[in-house]
């Protein structure tokens, strides 16, 4: 829960020297005597941790700036207190389910029963607590990036920051262009299509740029960005956006709301998912979220986004996709290197326009592929190195399309080694007559139990003659013992015979 030195230095020293509230009392009315909103400072005395940035930022130590800051970061304290109460942010797996089983729950109106009312509270809860843990990130990034101001603030002479220091602190991180661009849309003299800021080490992303309404393609890579804000909606004829290279943790949800978005880079941050509003921008055709720490892909990522062409997520920690990927028929490029992709949904068939599937380098994480694979009869390249396949499906002759294929670094049995060798043609013919081979025996194997069948027919016909024979030698005995012209069956003698 708490803040990390390494990623919050700042704000890790200031609420380590939070005022605790953890006291034990031992007698009633020493409890009574504590103040909660006013909890007493701790003894300076007491052994403190000890943190490298007080000697790189020599005025933490000076008390009014201390007091400054923990008056910033009240809500930080205050939120983590809650959180260490309500526990560990529950993992990827657990929330999907949660919010499967809460979408069902409502769509079947089954909340009346009471054991189906209180497991929604419980999926709710669960789904709650992750928001919560969620929203408890970014306001750390926030926190950090204030306690910042403040100490600039401190060090040209204020002791504490109010809105005025902090826009002045804002405008001198802005870039000279950036404002000399604000300054024209604000004019609106000129319609501004294009704007490339990229390499100019900007740790701002102004508000302003939301009223760029005529902005066509915005390219700010290559800086300090650590949050894009939820003025980028206001960007709504924006259709490339590249925010590549920067320190961004996570994309605002207004994102989803660029609906004229074809091509989007967020290629080289440190994001841990992607909002599951980017399935709204439905006219996106490249995604580059690569060289992050993505650990899945949303749900519905591939029903909405079925004009994607490339999806590029490699170099993460990606463990599967989504089933709803099989739904982008649209998709030519594939990249999942260097993941740890465990299972492929059998859902990826569908994608009959696929032209090159990277899938290298998940190492023992990825040891099988479904049988569907075969279906990509469009399949131009396909990467499975580095992997622990031990046989490419039995259907794989099917890829007739396919001109490169690397299956080094595996323990492939299927096909041989040799065969390998060869290369790409040479393992499709392989596949082919295997596959040949086995519908042949497949064959052989339904024709010989099929021969059991005459036999069966056989035994039937003569079962149907025994019967004839039967019922004339009961009518003959019957006429006989009742004399010609007069019909006296005996209902024991038909029945014996």
Known sequence: MDPNPKNFPILSYVMARLPSIQRTFSTTAAAADFDLENPPERDARAQEPHFEIAERMPHLKNAKLIAAMRSAVADVAQTRSVLKTLGTRPDHETIEVARFRVSEIDAHSSKESAEASEDYKIYKAVISLDEMHEAYEKMLSDAERRLERIYEAALAGNETIDEDVAREVVEEEMDEEVVAILKVAEAGKKAIERVDLSGRKLRIFPEAFGKLKSLIVLNLSNNQLEAIPDSVAGLENLEELDISSNLLESLPDSIGLLFKLKILDVSRNKLTSLPDSISHCRLLEELDASFNKLTYLPTNIGFELVHLKKLSV????????????????????????????????????????????????????????????????????????????????????????????????????????????????????????????????????????????????????????????????????????????KSNTDPYLNQQL
Not at 319 to 335: F, I, N, Q, T, Y
Not at 379 to 406: C, M, W, Y
Not at 427 to 451: C, F, H, P, T
Request: charged share 20%.
């Open 314 to 485: 490699h170099l993460n920690k990606i463990r599967s996709l989504p089933a709803s990927v099989g739904e982008m028929k649209s998709l030519r490029l594939l990249d999942l290197h260097f993941n740890e992709i465990n299972a492929i949904p059998n859902s990826i068939g569908k994608l009959t326009n696929l032209e090159i599937l990277n899938l290298s380098s998940n190492f023992s994480d990825l040891s099988e592929l479904p049988e569907t694979i075969c279906d990509l009869t469009g399949l131009k390249e396909l990467d499975l190195s580095n992997n622990q396949i031990h046989a490419l499906p039995d259907k794989f002759g099917r890829l007739v399309g396919l001109t490169k294929l690397k299956v080094d670094q595996n323990p492939l049995e299927v096909p041989p080694k040799e065969v390998v060798a060869g290369g790409v043609e040479s393992v499709k013919v392989y596949m082919s007559r295997r596959w040949d081979q086995i519908v042949l025996e497949e064959e052989q194997k339904r024709a010989n139990e099929g021969q059991v069948q005459p036999q069966t027919g056989l035994l039937t016909r003569s079962t149907s003659w025994l019967s004839d024979v039967v019922s004339n030698v009961s009518g003959s005995v019957s006429g006989y013992l009742g004399g010609a012209g």
